[in-house]
């Protein structure tokens, strides 16, 4: 293949990446009174609402901040983010920072700024302007949201964002909605960690509570015990096929029981799942 070609090549593969990108749908869902689900690309988002202006859980990506936009004022014609919270560091949720709610009060965990400081590709305009550890409350439009950050498990700076007066807990990337979890190992993430805190969260929860995943469809305690499930008997799979004396590779080639294949997805694969069990 000469020049010509790669570059006519190399075209072509952008105009996909930008027509992909076109085509993401923004769609919100009416949770309570001045709370919706947002989705499009990247993890789901929580907003709140009203005359007062908008208080919005994670941001995904740059080129959909637009879009965004527009579905937060379809609720509120001329809305203001007055603050962003951030359920963690990963790009997929913070990316679009910046271009959202620069100006706007920007709030997560401790760990997720000096993570992002640490990027120097990261808009300085997109960094969080205030950090904790442990739990904030916060107020707009008469709705209610309680900040809890939780002990190391998808990451070392993750929190879920409580709204129990409309018993709505948004449990960022601690739920991926029926497929296997992203666990990020080498940013302080913990298998042990991240299933403790399920466990945890369930416990707080009723069978009426709404859960937003940080992907995913809107889920309810089933769904929630149903991952937790799928979690412990994966992790207790491989945990015995090591136990047998069998290497990482071969429990990869041996694979999970058949009832978990419907679990994996582009990014966590059965295999990638399996790895990070490995090294629970």
């Known amino acids: 293949m000469d020049m010509k070609q790669v570059i006519a090549l190399l075209a072509l593969m952008l105009c996909g990446v930008a027509n992909a990108q076109d085509k993401v749908q923004v769609t919100s869902l009416e949770l309570a009174k001045h709370l919706y689900m947002i989705k499009g690309a990247g993890g789901n988002i929580a907003a709140v609402v009203g005359p007062e202006g908008a208080l919005v859980i994670d941001s995904q990506y740059e080129h959909m901040a637009s879009q965004i936009k527009s579905e937060l004022e379809s609720k509120q014609s001329g809305v203001q983010i007055k603050t962003l919270v951030n359920t963690h560091f990963h790009g997929d949720h913070v990316n679009g920072n910046a271009a959202l709610a620069a100006g706007a009060q920007i709030i997560a965990h401790t760990n997720v700024l000096a993570r992002l400081k640490a990027d120097s590709k990261f808009p300085r305009a997109g960094l969080p302007t205030?950090?904790?550890?442990?739990?904030?409350?916060?107020?707009?439009?008469?709705?209610?949201?309680?900040?809890?950050?939780?002990?190391?498990?998808?990451?070392?700076?993750?929190?879920v964002v409580w709204f129990k007066d409309a018993n709505v807990?948004?449990?960022?990337?601690?739920?991926?909605?029926?497929?296997?979890?992203?666990?990020?190992?080498?940013?302080?993430?913990s298998v042990s960690g991240y299933i403790s805190n399920v466990k945890l969260?369930?416990?707080?929860?009723?069978?009426?509570?709404?859960?937003?995943?940080?992907?995913g469809d809107l889920m309810d305690k089933a769904g929630l015990q149903r991952f937790l499930t799928m979690m412990e008997q994966t992790l207790a799979e491989v945990n015995a096929m090591k136990a047998q004396g069998k290497t990482e590779d071969q429990i990869v080639a041996q694979g999970l029981s058949a009832q978990w294949k419907s679990w994996s997805w582009n990014f966590i694969t059965e295999e990638r799942w399996i790895r990070t069990l490995f090294q629970a």
Do not use: Y
């Open 201 to 215: 969260l369930l416990s707080q929860i009723d069978d009426n509570t709404k859960l937003i995943p940080g992907h």
């Open 169 to 189: 807990l948004h449990m960022g990337d601690l739920f991926f909605a029926d497929r296997f979890p992203f666990i990020d190992l080498k940013s302080g993430g």
């Open 130 to 159: 205030e950090t904790f550890v442990g739990e904030k409350a916060l107020t707009l439009n008469g709705v209610k949201a309680q900040l809890v950050t939780m002990p190391v498990s998808h990451t070392d700076g993750d929190l």
